[in-house]
């Protein structure tokens, strides 16, 4: 499946975006779908994902900012951020799980956050 992420930019700290991950067909079954980002010199983290059914997990740093949603019909995966931080600049990834078919996960290209203070 192919990912393609879109809707980064640059915003004042405090600002909102909403990130889009538009996949090429079905990630209905994919129940893990989640957003992942990479600042500058770090390691790659995950942001926030989907678990069991419609359950979420977040990182610590971003909970009661952001919000992951899906729309299965659409295939769509969307992350709302608000209240953004400095920190919170990096380039954000779309990530859907492996099928039990298939041998390695799918990342998308990636879209820029930059927040400025």
């Known amino acids: 499946v192919q990912l393609q992420a879109s809707g980064g930019g640059l915003v004042q700290a405090g600002g909102s975006l909403r990130l889009s991950c538009a996949a090429s067909?079905?990630?209905?079954?994919?129940?893990?779908m989640g957003w992942y980002r990479q600042a500058p010199g770090k390691q790659r983290e995950l942001v926030a994902r989907f678990t069991n059914g419609d359950s979420t997990n977040y990182a610590d740093s971003v909970k009661g900012r952001f919000t992951i949603s899906r729309d299965n019909a659409k295939n769509m995966v969307y992350l709302q951020m608000s209240s953004l931080k400095p920190e919170d600049t990096a380039v954000y990834y779309c990530h859907a799980p492996a099928m039990w078919y298939e041998t390695s996960d799918y990342w998308g290209q990636g879209t820029l956050v930059t927040v400025s203070s």
């Open positions: 067909r079905s990630i209905f079954s994919r129940n893990a």
